[in-house]
């Protein structure tokens, strides 16, 4: 689902750009699901009253539950409350790969904007890493650092990226990551133990 324009506008006024992402997760919802819908509540009972770690963990507790572009954003503008512009640019970039058409997708794109370059005035810039099938595992520089999909932060330069799941061969792709963009980064397993397809994207605004 995308998310409505009512909530697009809001997206500059961090309560109602939150409250209004959990309620419309709320409407998108499995109205069975009790634990989803206790999960939502929470966080935000806890981003009213600027519990915003708290409100983090709710968010993530329920996007685990029942994944929803809502949540993402939710979780972008916590993250940000929190100062924490990693956690908020990986929200909201995986905001993008939910919802590519969301209405407030110009407005989002404003903060990537102005996360990426906080992330560079420390020295550092961020990768998302996916693969098809999902639940590779990901070794960059020879360390291991998780699943597809995931988003890592990394020095600019140049880097390694190798892909390993069960079934399939192991692929490896040299990338080079911009101090000023983040980066996308894709492969896709054609057939268990044969050839594979991989591609790398620089996506500037995402």
């Not at 996308?184 to 397993?189: E, K, L, W």
């Amino acid at each position: 689902g995308e998310l409505g324009a009512g909530v697009a506008h809001e997206i500059n006024n961090p309560l109602a750009a939150v409250l209004g992402a959990a309620q419309l997760a709320l409407l998108r919802i499995d109205k069975q699901d009790t634990r989803v819908r206790a999960h939502l509540h929470n966080a935000e009972r806890a981003y009213s009253e600027g519990r915003y770690s708290d409100a983090a963990a709710s968010f993530l507790a329920a996007d685990r539950l029942q994944p929803t572009p809502a949540l993402q954003l939710a979780l972008g503008k916590t993250y940000e409350q929190m100062n924490d512009p990693s956690h908020a640019l990986a929200s909201y970039r995986e905001y993008f790969v939910r919802a590519p058409r969301a209405a407030d997708r110009a407005q989002v794109q404003a903060r990537v904007t102005v996360l990426a370059a906080q992330l560079a005035e420390k020295g550092i810039q961020q990768i998302s890493i996916s693969s098809v099938p999902r639940g590779a595992t990901v070794v960059i520089d020879a360390k291991p650092l998780g699943t597809t999909p995931i988003y890592v932060d990394l020095s600019p330069g140049s880097h390694h990226v190798e892909f390993h799941r069960h079934g399939y061969e192991s692929a490896g792709l040299d990338f080079e990551l911009s101090a000023q963009q983040p980066l996308n980064v894709m492969t896709t397993f054609a057939s268990p133990r044969k050839s594979r397809r991989m591609s790398s994207l620089m996506v500037p605004r995402a």
